[in-house]
Structure formats: structure tokens, C-alpha cells
């Protein structure tokens, strides 16, 4: 079906979430810190008008990601979601009126340089709707011992870099496993109609997987610095939907020389992430 669709459909998506970050994040500041695990919180974030909106803008975002992953490879839609972080710094600085230093001008377009020659080098191919169970239950059970553990790491630490750092990549993995299964559940919706979405076990997984990871972003924001969440959670969730493309969709990118270009842009993309997150904390606080 060609990349044009799914990546606009996917950058409707970035944009739509980065417009969330900074709304949730303006919102969980504005509630005290916990030191433990309350599901409490998202009743004290219903309260809160910001909040709301944030949500209305993540419903915006995930109808753009399903529609880019009806039409696309996860190997390619995925990693467009490095956008969101340049994209959140943008938006939070019109919010505050506040001008980008040329620092991080640069590292956004070190991201967008980068994610550009990463992704054309890569190539991602294939768009497989099909995955059986049997592939299936290596992935789900790596996902959620990996979210466990990161979770649990972070919990057991006060807040700070190490609590938002954990907490971002275990709201990673849930974003990577969400669209992983949602891709699947779309095919149900396209092949069967309602009745076949509604009859597959990818449908309530994936919504149980998108309200952990909604929950545990919550807590990743208010846990400590953009600076420690926000790679975590950005690199995170474009690495580990590249492997879930590969693993269970069978997606290919190309090798041999061409992994050159894909890791130079990879080295752009890490460089110009933490940059944003460091030199950016600042704004992007401002904004909350």
C-alpha cells in the first residue's frame, strides 16, 4: 500500500500525543508525589480540566496510530513516535511563549535528520495481519516480566532519575506490546467486522495493555525529571516495536552495508533525544 499513508497517518499521531505529554505533565504536577503504586492517581487527574484534554488528545493520537497500522508496518510506524519528544518541546514552548535556545533547534533537527536516514536505510518492509498464538505467548510473557521488573525497580526507589527512568522504559514496553496487538485486532475488525473484533483476544489484551501503559505513564511523569522518562520511554518504545515487527510480524530492513546509514542515524536520533530531555527539562517544566 505504499509509506505515504501510514506515515501521515503516524504523524498525526506524534503530534496528537506530544500535545498529551505536555498536557498530563502539566496536570500530574499539579498532585502530590507518592512514593508507591496508586491507582488512585488517575481519579485525582479526573478532576483536573488539562487532564481531560490531554486524554481527548490521546484518543486523537490512537485513532492515527490505528490507522497507520492498518496501512503499515510496525517496523515503520513505530519509530515515527521519536517525533513526539521535539514535537512536546515545541508545543510546550508556544504554550509559554518561551523561544528554543539554537541548542535545541539543533538536536531537533538531529532527531529528525536522524529518524529520516535511519528509516530510509532501513526500509522497513512486509505487512503481515496474521500472527498465531504460538508466536504469540514468547512475546507476551517477555513484555510483561520486563514490565514488572522495570516497575518494580523503579517503585523501589524515591523520586528521581532512576524512579521516572524505570517507570518511562516500563510504559515503553506496554506502548510497543499495545500497538503490536492492536495491529492485530484491526485485521479482526477488517476481516470480520465488529463481531470478529470483539471475539479476539487481542482486543481486551490490547486495551489492557493500553491502560497500563496509560497508568504507568502517569507515574513516569510524576516520578522525576523529563530527563530520565522521556528517552527512556521514546527510544524504548521505537526499539522494542522494531523487534516485535521483526519477531511476530516477520517484517524485514535491509542489511549489509546499509547498516551503516541506519546506525549513524540511530547515534543522531540518542544523541539528539537526551539533548532535547537535558536541555529541554527546563521549558518543558514551565509548561506544567
Not at 483536573?48 to 490512537?62: D, E, F, H, S, T
Not at 510496525?74 to 514535537?87: M, N, R, S
Not at 532527531?111 to 496474521?130: C, F, I, K, Q
Request: glycine letters at 10%; a positive charge; proline letters at 5%.
Amino acid at each position: 500500500m505504499g509509506v505515504v499513508l501510514p506515515v501521515l497517518f503516524a504523524l498525526l499521531a506524534a503530534v496528537s500525543n506530544a500535545l498529551a505529554t505536555v498536557l498530563q505533565r502539566r496536570a500530574a504536577l499539579t498532585v502530590p508525589q507518592d512514593r508507591g503504586f496508586r491507582p488512585g492517581l488517575v481519579l485525582d487527574l479526573l478532576r483536573r480540566p488539562v487532564w481531560l484534554a490531554g486524554i481527548l488528545a490521546v484518543i486523537v493520537a490512537g485513532a492515527g496510530q490505528a490507522a497507520a497500522l492498518a496501512t503499515g508496518p510496525l517496523a515503520l510506524v513505530q519509530p515515527l513516535f521519536v517525533l513526539e519528544l521535539p514535537l512536546a518541546l515545541l508545543i510546550a514552548s508556544l504554550l509559554t511563549r518561551r523561544r528554543l535556545p539554537g541548542s535545541l533547534w539543533l538536536a531537533v533537527a538531529g532527531v529528525v535528520t536522524g529518524l529520516g536516514v535511519a528509516l530510509a536505510a532501513a526500509s522497513p518492509t512486509g505487512n503481515r495481519t496474521h500472527v498465531a498464538l504460538d508466536r504469540w505467548l514468547p512475546a507476551l510473557i517477555a513484555c510483561a516480566a520486563a514490565v514488572l521488573l522495570l516497575t518494580a525497580a523503579g517503585l523501589r526507589r524515591p523520586p528521581g532519575r532512576a524512579r521516572a527512568g524505570c517507570l518511562g522504559a516500563a510504559t515503553a514496553v506496554c506502548y510497543a506490546l499495545t500497538a503490536a496487538l492492536m495491529k492485530t485486532s484491526l485485521h479482526l475488525l477488517d476481516v470480520g467486522g465488529i463481531t470478529g473484533f470483539l471475539t479476539g483476544w487481542q482486543t481486551y489484551a490490547f486495551a489492557a495493555s493500553g491502560i497500563c501503559a496509560l497508568l504507568l505513564l502517569e507515574h513516569a511523569m510524576q516520578g522525576g525529571p523529563l530527563v530520565a522518562s522521556q528517552p527512556a520511554l521514546t527510544l524504548g518504545d521505537a526499539t522494542v516495536s522494531l523487534l516485535l515487527g521483526v519477531l511476530l510480524y516477520e517484517e524485514h530492513l535491509r542489511s549489509g552495508w546499509w547498516l551503516v546509514p541506519q546506525l549513524l542515524g540511530v547515534a543522531l536520533i540518542v544523541t539528539g533525544v537526551f539533548a532535547l530531555a537535558r536541555n529541554g527539562r527546563s521549558g518543558h517544566t514551565a509548561a506544567g
